[in-house]
């Protein structure tokens, strides 16, 4: 017997209805599996934190981890906890203590080795720069390096930051071409340097007198140098205020 138009309309309109249904469903499925974070994904990021607290400041890759993770023993985890840096090795890779679950629910701990490379943005001069010199932005590249093996790994940990005021720094000692910077390459500039005319106030008590003197060494506030008043030809040691003048306490 056939279906009357009444009964083929609502029969369509519940097919299309269970279709909507299950696509919803479908779509509420693939959403909780997208939310789901991959085991090599979740180990990277623990791999990550445990590196990042001995080298701050880097942008830190574990390549082949999907591989490494499919293969004995990580193929036995079913889930990772926790990750705890063994060692950091001068070839570019780490090993790793490895804490987790099987899929019986039982905990398990591995020591994975695996290389990584850390990469920090650190300034390089595009020229000799001689001791004493002010530090200028146009003397300088920024230039992405990678601190995980090599040379440079040795001064991860000093490198001068791209992000340093240059403008208040110089040289300490001679600055090469193409080489990184290490912090203890440069120093901060000094508020008073030698030869410098300063003013010179003899403090006692309640009572000031103020003459020039020129500054024997350079200093910066709140540093102790030495000055030379003209007329004395005598050296006293006092402080550098923030005026740059001295002060000498009697």
């Known amino acids: 017997m056939g279906l009357t138009q009444d009964q083929g309309g609502s029969s369509l309109k519940f097919r299309f209805g269970l279709i909507l249904f299950f696509a919803a469903l479908g779509l509420?499925?693939?959403?909780?599996?997208?939310?789901?974070?991959?085991?090599?994904?979740?180990l990277a990021s623990l791999m990550?934190?445990?590196?990042?607290?001995v080298i701050p400041e880097a942008s830190l890759a574990i390549p082949s981890l999907e591989q490494t993770c499919s293969s004995p023993p990580l193929s036995m985890f079913e889930r990772f906890d926790r990750v705890r840096l063994i060692e950091d090795r001068p070839n570019g890779s780490a090993l790793f203590e490895v804490t987790g679950r099987t899929s019986a629910g039982l905990e398990k701990i591995e020591l994975v080795q695996t290389p990584y490379s850390a990469w920090k943005k650190v300034l390089v001069p595009t020229?000799?720069?001689?001791?004493?010199?002010?530090?200028?932005?146009?003397?300088?590249r920024i230039t992405e390096m990678n601190v995980a093996t090599g040379a440079i790994r040795e001064y991860r940990g000093a490198l001068l930051s791209a992000e340093a005021p240059l403008a208040r720094l110089q040289t300490k000692?001679?600055?090469?071409?193409?080489?990184?910077?290490t912090t203890a390459s440069v120093e901060r500039q000094p508020d008073v340097r030698r030869g410098d005319t300063v003013r010179l106030d003899l403090v006692s008590g309640d009572l000031s007198l103020s003459t020039q003197a020129t500054a024997s060494e350079n200093g910066s506030?709140?540093?102790?140098?030495?000055?030379?008043?003209?007329?004395?030809?005598?050296?006293?040691?006092g402080i550098v205020r923030e005026d740059h003048s001295v002060e000498v306490a009697l």
């Open 221 to 237: 506030v709140g540093d102790r140098i030495r000055v030379m008043a003209p007329k004395t030809k005598k050296e006293v040691v």
């Open 173 to 181: 000692q001679t600055l090469l071409e193409g080489r990184f910077v």
């Open 127 to 140: 020229r000799r720069i001689y001791p004493n010199t002010r530090l200028q932005e146009a003397d300088f």
């Open 48 to 53: 990550r934190a445990s590196l990042s607290a």
């Open 28 to 42: 509420s499925f693939g959403s909780a599996f997208a939310g789901a974070e991959a085991p090599s994904a979740r």
